[in-house]
């Protein structure tokens, strides 16, 4: 299973907050809560849940099901960075965002490079078409 995005922003927000209880880091460097509010970690969880949840009943899919798929993750994608006036997901948290889907469809049997391929895209544009993020 793809580690989600969230669960890396989760655990530097614990060892920010590690830190600063114990003294070794200022409030005033701190920005971790800042940059990952709980709604917005609780809100990709759910959208990226979902999406895994789709791709595992897909079973041997269409080309289409999957870009389906992929546009409806990337659509509530959309909605949480807009939810936080489009500053959720920043250059670093789109590529891990971007790499959680190719490889969650990588591991329930979609190969990635040829269907991106076969839509005349490259790897890492699949998402390209619906991101505002």
Known sequence: MATTP???WRAEVLQEASALAAGTLTPDKAF???LF????LDSTDAVLAAFE???SRLGQPTDQQVLDAV???VLALNAVNDAFDGSAYETGERELLCDFIDATLSEYGV???ALAARQGLHRYALTDRWRDW
């Not at 509010?37 to 917005?40: D, E, G, I, L, T």
């Open 6 to 8: 969230s669960s890396l």
């Open 32 to 34: 971790m809560t800042q």
């Open 37 to 40: 509010p709980v709604a917005m």
């Open 53 to 55: 949840a789709n791709v």
């Open 71 to 73: 546009e409806k993750v």
């Open 111 to 113: 190969d990635v490079p």
